[in-house]
């Protein structure tokens, strides 16, 4: 079981920066891969970002590439999403989310849709112009 936390959302002006967290409980957080998705109000739900378990290997959706970084310390249980030149249409609440079977290519390409085994209960973000 992992329960996850989300933290470090907020308003910011636009052009500005924002680090969300996402705190971690369970010994076998290493194991996990880690992703950030968001869900903007009345839309779907959508891929941000995700993690290989070792940190290695990270994907983003075409949206934020270039802007959006995702991190993690697996010996802190941390994952992070460093989210620069923000824009109006990074409004949303965002979540973080783990998954112990599927490899961070694979979420990256199915998405929330795909399913993933933990969520955490999102953190808003918002971006004023």
């Known amino acids: 079981q992992v329960q996850l936390v989300e933290s470090g959302g907020g308003l910011v002006q636009v052009g500005g920066s924002l680090r969300l967290s996402c705190a971690a409980s369970g010994r076998t957080f290493s194991s996990y891969t880690m992703g950030w998705f968001r869900q903007a109000p009345g839309k779907e739900r959508e891929f941000v970002a995700t993690i290989s378990w070792s940190g290695g290997r990270t994907y983003y959706a075409d949206s934020v590439k270039g802007r959006f970084t995702i991190s993690r310390d697996n010996a802190k249980n941390m994952v992070y999403l460093q989210m620069n030149s923000l824009k109006p249409e990074d409004t949303a609440v965002y979540y973080c989310?783990?998954?112990?079977?599927?490899?961070?290519?694979?979420?990256?390409?199915?998405?929330?849709?795909?399913?993933?085994?933990?969520w955490g209960k999102g953190t808003l973000v918002t971006v004023s112009s």
């Open positions: 989310a783990a998954d112990l079977s599927r490899a961070a290519a694979l979420i990256a390409t199915t998405g929330p849709r795909g399913g993933m085994d933990y």
